[in-house]
């Protein structure tokens, strides 16, 4: 048996996501977690076969999750199921060292299809996102800008964003300057909302 780990925060699709792949002859869920936090303690406990990560959940994302699962189980596969097939999402998902990812309006056949491909050492991706990717190119943002953005993106003062990032009001501005010139937009909330578009944030 293949042996599933779940990761989704939306409890009625993750009843169904379970529910459909334990109709399956050789899968078996045997961890199902509601929020980013939960994934690698739950992946030491049922040492599964393949991780199913959602990116955006509560606590930590499912791509921060995804590198240290790699880390801390490197036997257990990861895979990506997202409702928000982003470019720059499939991109951080690689860097993180996912085996797949997939968008979650496939059928259900396709993402059983790909739990078996990555555990035969196939690296399975949306074929339609992958195009997707090429076109867009790397994020242009460093680390610590996409945290200044990300930080303002939900209308935060300078002030606010420097005191949680533990930063000096000027060095945010810097850093928000620098974001917007890079993301070719007029202000920050643009560029939030491009950086977010593309898979970025």
């Known amino acids: ?21 334990g109709l399956e002859d ?24 393949v991780a199913l990560l959602d990116i ?3 606590g930590r ?22 409702t928000f097939g982003r470019p720059g999402y499939l991109r951080r998902a690689m860097e993180a060292g996912a085996d ?3 968008v979650k309006d496939g059928p259900v056949e396709e993402l059983a299809g790909a739990i078996r491909r990555v555990l035969r050492d196939e690296r399975v991706i949306d074929p339609a996102l992958a195009a997707a ?24 003062t300078i002030a606010d964003i420097a005191a949680r990032l533990h930063l000096s009001e000027s060095t945010v501005r810097n850093y ?3 974001s917007i010139g890079k993301t070719g ?17």
């Open 1 to 21: 048996m293949i042996r599933v780990l779940l990761a989704e925060d939306q409890g009625m699709m993750r009843g169904a996501l379970a529910l459909l792949l």
């Open 61 to 82: 994302n499912g791509l921060d999750a995804a590198a240290e699962l790699r880390r801390r189980v490197p036997s257990c596969r990861v895979l990506i199921l997202t």
């Open 100 to 102: 797949g990812f997939l």
């Open 176 to 178: 928000l300057s620098s």
């Open 26 to 49: 050789d899968i078996e869920v045997v961890a199902q977690v509601a929020s980013g936090d939960e994934i690698v303690p739950a992946a030491l406990d049922a040492r599964p076969d």
């Open 133 to 156: 990717a090429l076109g867009t190119g790397p994020s242009p943002l460093t680390d610590r800008e996409r945290d200044v953005l990300a930080a303002a993106a939900d209308g935060s």
């Open 56 to 58: 955006e959940m509560p």
């Open 185 to 201: 937009t007029r202000n920050r909330i643009e560029a939030a909302r491009l950086a977010r578009h593309n898979g970025w944030l």
